[in-house]
Structure formats: C-alpha cells, structure tokens
C-alpha cells in the first residue's frame, strides 16, 4: 500500500486510489519533517524570546534565576523534571529554548516512527507535517510547558496500542503503550486519564482484539504517572480529594462549560483566552478549525476502504477523548490544551488528504491552494503570538530590571500583580498573600520586609492592597511598586541597611 515496506508480513488490502512511489520508505520523511519542526522553531520562536508567566513557575522549581514559586494544585512537575538537565545548569532562557526545540523535534520523529508499521509512508508524514506546522505546535516546542509533550505522549501511546491490537506479540508494545500514558500522566494527570479511557476500552472491549494485558498496563502506566502528583497532595494538600477540589476551583470549576466558541476565538492567536468575552477578531484563523470534523470524516471512510478502518477509529476517538475535557468541561481556553487532539486527528485527516492527492488529478490543485493558505494562516498566527510573547517578556524584565535599580536584589521578594515572572527576572521569591498562588500572609511579608527587600506590585492605577500602609512608592513601566517598611525602603532612599 502506497509503496509501504512493512518489517513484519501483514494482509495486503486492495487501496481504491493509484498507488505513489515512496520507495525510500517513512524513515528519511519522518528525519524530514522532524528537521523543519526544530528549523522552524530554532529560526523564528527560540532568538529573543523569555520566559512565561507559568514557565517561570515549572523552570524555578529545579533550579533557573529565582528561588522556586509557589506550585498551585493544578500544576504537575513532569515539565519541571524534563528541564532539570538544563535549568540547573544554567540561567539561560536561550539553552532551555534549544534543549526543548531539539527535544522535541526527537520526540515528534520517535512518536510517528512508532506508526510505521500500521500506516503508509505518505499518510504518516503527512500527519506529522500537519501536526508539526499548526502555530501552537510550533510555540511550545521550544516551552517549558506541558501540553506539547501530552500530544507527543498521546500519539506514542496510542500507536503502540494499535499495534498490539493488530496482533504484535512483544512485550515492547505493551510496555510502551504503559510508558507513554505514564509520561502524558506525569505531565498532566488528567490528560493521562482522558488519554488512557478509550485506549483501556479498545483493550478490553473489541471483538476479536481483546488484549486485557494491555489493558492492565495501561492502567498501570496511568498509576504510575500520577504517583508523584498524588504524593505530594498528601504530602503538602492536605490529601487527593482536597488537592482535586483545589485544582478544580483554580480552574474555576469543572463541570458543564461550553468552551467550543471560546476555542475558535482563541485561536487568532491568544496563548490564553480567560475570561474569552473577546470578539470573533480573525475568523480565518478558525476556518481549519471547523473544517477538522468534515476531513476526519473524509480519513475515516478512506482507512476504512483501505483496511485501516480500526486505525483511524482509535485514533479519533482517543484525540476526541483528550479534547472533551477543555471543549466542556473548563470554562476557559487555550490553543495548547487542544495540542493532544491535534496530533491524533492528524491520523485521519492526513488519510484523507493523501487519498485526495493520490488520484493525481486536475481536482487537487484546489486542495493544494487550500493547504497553502492553512500553512500561510498558520504562519501568520505564529508571528502574532512571537511578537505579543516578545513584548510581554521585554515588559517582565523591564519591571525586574528596575526593582533591580532601586535595590530589590537577591535575597529578595516579589508580590502583587505579575509577581510571579517579575520576580523570576529579578532573582527574588514571589510571595502572595491572596488569590490561587497565596503562600503567606498579609503579617507575615510585613514582618519579612524587616530582613529583605520586599516589593508590591500594583499595574496601572489599581489600588494598593492593605499591606502596602506606610510603604515607600516608586513608579514603574505601567505601574508602580510600594517598597515595604525596612532594607528596600533603605536601599531606595539611599539609607542605612
């Protein structure tokens, strides 16, 4: 099938389409594709960019510029433990940027290689060009966060369970499936248990294909992932339904939400839309978007015809489950929470389109012009985020660099309004006395601010919390800081420390 050279005998399916040549088999296409991903991202995303509001918080925890801020309920440290290598060594946002560039583009040619005995050649690398050239795919390659690596985690996962099911016998299937679902799990336990739900089903509930061991290792590997979360909700939450109420009510609390519309404005190319009460400003930027059920469709019905029916079922289905969650049950929206979806659907939609291709007919030249325009959508929407992103670090370090000036150093702290990156950049801690990151109270950084320097930040014209009696004001870029009662007071007005 379309040239395929498969490593173990499979049934030959009579394909409906001319068959293309591809004779080099998936290897060189699949370096290919790997190659332009981290191009793309070491060329436009890596040079100038800083670090995040939530990247600073998973970056300080294993070492980075600043003492480790506070870890809310929601967050796992799967992403804290895969910057460990870089983060502890160095302070540099450039060398974690090209750690995860690199890292990723592997981890996209390891995922998709794990598919080349169920997929062909040109089916294969055309989901992951697909995947690999949608913005949010592209901006978080190189971020320390961790839905990029969910997504990678759930293609993994999902085709090492399609080759079981398919009747591969070595334990290096199941195992992997296991491993792959435990790595989703460790970076975000929810997206590991929507992951591992339909993937266990499959296990257990397809005639003919029942693999109950594969299932056990999937729950298993779902265990093991959430291990570490669940650990540290005993240890420091006070237990795993408290963290889990926790989490949920930072989320603003799950339950029916319809985030769809929200989704479709969000990606124009906000990297977070909460509230989104924005309006529809690019439609285009969606058009994909809405076309990705009719297309999915389209690849289902092809790998059916093609005896890769079940393939594409399993893969739809498993990225329609790892979507569910944040389509309905969280009030907000982010492009990135949608990334594990994507790279599944890419499986079908990328059927598809090379059987449209395939034909080699007058007709594909509309759906050439079609997938250009996507890709210069794409392209567009990328550069908006890189520029806003750009913008808001500069801002960051600007903020820091003046608290600097003023004598906010190391050992310092950092709170109010944008404290946790602020203070990342300025190599403080950030303390909040209130809202989902509050770590202290309003007495106790008053009683701090008698050992080091503490300031609180306040943007625009808001009004000061209570804490800030008495203190000394400085105006900064777009807001101003209130210097608390002791050495920064000290340091600001030139005093005696």
């Known amino acids: 099938m379309y040239g395929t050279r498969p490593t173990r005998p499979v049934q030959q399916v009579p394909v409906s389409t001319r068959p293309v040549r591809w004779a080099a088999g998936p290897l060189p296409w699949l370096t290919a594709v790997a190659l332009l ?51 502890a060594l160095t302070t540099s946002t450039t060398a974690v940027r090209t750690y995860l560039a690199l890292l990723s583009a592997a981890a996209l040619f390891g995922a998709l290689r794990i598919w080349r ?34 997504a990678l985690g759930s293609l993994a996962a999902t085709g090492w369970t399609v080759r079981t099911l398919r009747g591969a016998s070595r334990p290096a299937e199941t195992t992997g499936a296991a491993s792959a679902v435990a790595l989703v799990a460790l970076m975000r336990p929810a997206d590991g248990f929507w992951l591992a739900l339909p993937l266990m089903l499959a296990a257990v509930l397809v005639p003919g294909r029942r693999r109950p061991v594969l299932g056990a290792a999937l729950a298993g590997g779902l265990v093991v992932g959430c291990a570490p979360w669940t650990a540290e909700a005993y240890a420091h939450y006070g237990g795993l339904v408290a963290r889990l109420h926790r989490a949920a009510e930072i989320q603003g609390g799950l339950g029916w939400n319809f985030a769809v519309d929200d989704h479709l404005r969000a990606l124009a190319g906000r990297t977070l839309c909460r509230p989104c009460d924005i309006g529809w400003e690019s439609p285009a930027t969606a058009v994909w978007w809405v076309a990705l059920p009719l297309l999915t469709t389209g690849g289902i019905v092809t790998a059916r015809r093609a005896g890769r029916g079940p393939v594409a079922l399993l893969a739809t289905a498993t ?24 790279a599944l659907l890419a499986v079908p939609v990328a059927e598809y389109l090379t059987h449209l291709f395939a034909r080699r007919r007058a007709g594909t030249v509309v759906p050439a012009l079609l997938l250009a325009a996507h890709l210069g959508v794409q ?89 800030t009696r008495g203190s000394h004001v400085v105006p900064l870029p777009k807001g101003r800081a209130h210097l608390l009662p002791g050495p920064a007071v000290d340091r600001a007005r030139g005093g005696p420390l």
């Open 37 to 87: 991903f981290a191009a793309v991202q070491l060329a436009f995303v890596v040079p100038g960019s800083g670090l995040s509001w939530d990247e600073t918080v998973y970056v300080s925890q294993v070492g980075g510029n600043a003492p480790a801020a506070y870890f809310s309920a929601p967050r796992a440290r799967g992403i804290s433990y895969l910057v460990a290598p870089v983060a």
């Open 117 to 150: 005995t169920v997929l062909p050649t040109p089916v294969l690398a055309g989901a992951g060009a697909l995947f690999a050239a949608l913005w949010p795919t592209l901006f978080y390659g190189p971020a320390a966060m961790p839905n990029l690596w969910c």
């Open 319 to 342: 990225g329609v489950s790892t979507a569910v969650p944040y389509l309905f049950l969280v009030e907000y929206a982010a492009p990135r929470f949608l990334l594990p979806a994507y």
């Open 379 to 467: 392209f567009s929407a990328l550069s908006h985020v890189i520029r806003t992103s750009h913008a808001t670090g500069a801002r960051f370090a600007a903020v820091a660099g003046a608290l600097n000036g003023m004598g906010v150093r190391a050992p310092c702290v950092v709170s109010g309004d944008d404290a946790v990156p602020i203070a990342y950049y300025a190599g403080c801690a950030s303390r909040q006395t209130g809202g989902h990151d509050a770590s202290i109270t309003p007495e106790a950084l008053r009683d701090l601010a008698r050992h080091v320097p503490v300031a609180v930040l306040v943007t625009g014209g808001g009004a000061a919390p209570p804490v």
